[in-house]
């Protein structure tokens, strides 16, 4: 009896032993995303996003999971998305850029949030300082807010007799007041008159450059915005048709067509957010992290574009420019 006992008893052991793994593993942390983009347009920064995590041992599907929203432009759908992941209860969301931080941040106040892109975080209140941040927020911050006037200093060397500049607006982006702000002080500086479009919704474009058209501007500024872009190849075949040289705030808008682009490496951004997400999963306060601002600025030209405009770019140009596309 005992002998049989044994075997049962061992026989129950070895049974439990047994059971398929999976069934003991740890579910797989899930990672918001809020991104004011599309899933095509950020598909470039998001990737090297997580291919930084995979580098630091986090694989979608294995020890983290990932959940995705995106507004695909239209930045009033925000507030709605944001609720959604927050309901969602993830361990933290990345957000990019302004727009969404903003609206990550008044949807939570407890679960962490990491941006990976974004401008004056400060100034909108969405962390005490840079260095402190204090809250639930933290990552990387670009220069968006004053990039539109180096962009307008960059047009001027491209064209020194420039008189006239058009300028898109997107009015739902927060960011466009002191954006505005600057463009406006430069444009004085320099005597420019400035034609600009107030931009409501991506239906607007076409209606936009007709307007520019019609205002004779012989440029076109295209601010750091989400909307312009995540619609950018549409905002750089407009601007071609109308033969406006366009300066854009991404590189991929210039390599898509748009003859200039100034502004920050935002792959760079998106490699170190995935630091930042590493530390806090590791148990590191958000609000203790402080926020990274963007290093390295690139200017890149694309000369198949201004031989469509017949522009020949100054040599000054193409010897700082990142990257020339031929």
């Known amino acids: 009896m005992r002998r049989r ?18 069934a003991q593993q740890v579910p797989p942390v899930v990672i918001g995303v809020l991104h004011a983009s599309s899933e095509q347009a950020s598909s470039r920064q998001l990737g090297a996003f997580k291919a930084a995590l995979q580098q630091l041992g986090y694989v979608d599907g294995s020890n983290i999971r990932f959940v995705y ?9 925000l507030p709605e998305l944001a609720a959604e992941l927050v309901q969602l209860n993830p361990r933290l969301i990345v957000t990019a850029p302004l727009p969404a931080n903003l ?31 204090g809250g639930n927020v933290t ?20 064209l020194p ?19 505005w702000r600057q463009i406006q002080s430069a444009a004085t500086r320099a005597t420019i008159t400035l034609t600009p479009f107030e931009i409501r919704s991506p239906e607007q474009f076409q209606e936009a450059f007709t307007a520019f058209t019609q205002a004779q501007a012989e440029a076109l500024l295209v601010p750091p915005d989400i909307t312009f872009n995540t ?5 750089a075949e407009l601007a071609t048709t109308a033969r406006l040289p366009a300066i854009f705030f991404r590189r991929e808008l210039a390599e898509d067509g748009g003859l200039m682009s100034y502004g920050p490496n935002l792959l760079e951004n998106y490699r170190r957010a995935a630091f930042f997400v590493d530390k806090i999963l590791k148990g590191a306060k958000p609000g203790d992290l402080p926020v990274e601002r963007s290093t390295k600025f690139e200017l890149v030209i694309n000369l198949k574009t201004a031989k469509a405009l017949g522009l020949e770019i100054p040599q000054p140009l193409l010897t700082r420019a990142e990257d020339v596309i031929e």
């Open 139 to 158: 990552g990387l911050t670009n220069f968006a807010e004053d990039l539109a006037a180096k962009q307008l200093d960059i047009v001027r060397e491209l």
């Open 5 to 22: 006992k044994f075997i049962s008893l061992f026989g129950s052991a070895a049974a439990i032993w047994s059971m398929p793994v999976h």
């Open 103 to 133: 609206a990550a941040r008044n949807a939570t106040s407890t679960i962490p949030i990491v941006m990976a892109d974004g401008a004056d975080p400060v100034g909108f209140g969405l962390v005490q300082s840079l260095s402190h941040p």
């Open 69 to 77: 929203r995106f507004a695909e432009g239209f930045l009033v759908r």
């Open 161 to 179: 007799h420039l008189a006239r500049v058009a300028v898109l607006i997107n009015i739902t982006n927060p960011l466009h007041v002191p954006q």
């Open 231 to 235: 619609y950018g190849r549409r905002i």
